[in-house]
């Protein structure tokens, strides 16, 4: 069973296509800053097929909102998750953002 997540975020880093073990598996790296708590929190998601694409016309500052699925699976002994993203979309910066507006030579002017 796989369950379905959501996050809104900033992007951090949009990876390059990856290519992956003997049967040529492709994957490409979006990692989203969820600042909802009070430790930011830097959520790798993997996508996968037509939803590497759609990367292409992300850029990095963004804020988005993502979907993904939580998995799992067990190898050799081992245990692991994996994040695949499912939906993403561009939204508005967050209200509670900072915005440096100050600017170099500004306290001559006079208003």
């Given amino acids: 069973m796989n369950l379905k997540y959501d996050i809104t975020g900033q992007i951090k880093h949009i ?3 990856e290519t992956v073990g003997q049967k040529g598996f492709q994957k490409r790296l979006l990692v989203i800053t969820d600042s909802a708590d009070k ?7 993997e996508a996968t097929g037509d939803m590497m694409d759609r990367l292409d016309n992300l850029k990095v500052g963004q804020w988005v909102d993502a979907s993904f ?7 050799q002994g081992r245990w692991f998750s994996s994040l695949k993203l499912a939906f993403v979309k561009v939204v508005e910066a967050q209200e509670d953002e900072e ?6 030579g500004d306290e001559n002017l006079t208003f």
């Fill in 15 to 17: 990876g390059k296509i």
């Fill in 99 to 104: 915005h440096d507006v100050s600017v170099e």
């Fill in 39 to 45: 430790y930011p929190q830097e959520i790798p998601l």
């Fill in 69 to 75: 699925w939580l998995g799992g699976r067990e190898w």
